[in-house]
């Protein structure tokens, strides 16, 4: 019903910035809030932002506020995260998960296909 699709990832350097698109596609006026997550090798998925699709509002996982910022773009149905200050510990891939206004908590139905993020030191 929606689909999602990731971009910008890349091998920054520590202290670099990088910004994140995801773009959504299909029955877009279903998604009520879009969510950034990361999964480091070895380690499980972890929540880093969360965005309300129409109210705008927004919330962090503690690793990434003061750093990262997720904004959205409605005429273009995409998303953004922008990390600054990036450091190793930031090295994972980066997915964007989205889900309708029937569905809260841990409940992701849509996912893109990630993008790699290598932060080296």
């Known amino acids: 019903q929606v689909q999602l699709v990731e971009s910008g990832g890349g091998l920054v350097q520590a202290g670099d910035s990088l910004r994140l698109s995801c773009a959504a596609s299909g029955r877009t006026f279903i998604i009520d809030t879009v969510g950034w997550f990361r999964q480091a090798p070895g380690k499980e998925r972890e929540f880093v932002a969360g965005l309300s699709w129409r109210g705008g509002s927004t919330n962090y996982a503690d690793s990434a506020k003061g750093r990262f910022t997720i904004s959205r773009d409605n005429a273009k149905n995409t998303v953004y995260l922008q990390m600054n200050s990036l450091n190793p510990e930031d090295t994972a891939v980066y997915y964007c998960?989205?889900?309708?206004?029937?569905?809260?908590?841990?409940?992701?139905?849509?996912w893109g296909q990630g993008t790699q993020v290598t932060v080296s030191s």
């Open positions: 998960a989205a889900r309708p206004t029937t569905m809260t908590g841990t409940q992701w139905p849509w």
